[in-house]
């Protein structure tokens, strides 16, 4: 099935959008969410920070 992408305003694959929580496709596709959070990532200290202390939580809890 094809999924309209609310951002691009382009039709994609189903596979190009994530799933919500509901398990509905998201309304962005994966490249416009990826692309916004790179953006947000490098203009907000306090997302960085964030992401950052996320993924350190993960590796210390997952590392072998």
Known sequence: AMYYCTKCNDYKPEAAFSRRKDG???SW??????????????ADP???????SRVTAWQKENRK
């Open 24 to 26: 509905k496709p998201s």
């Open 29 to 42: 596709c994966k490249a416009c969410t990826a692309a916004r959070n790179r953006e947000r990532y490098h």
């Open 46 to 52: 306090e997302f960085r920070n964030d992401v950052i």
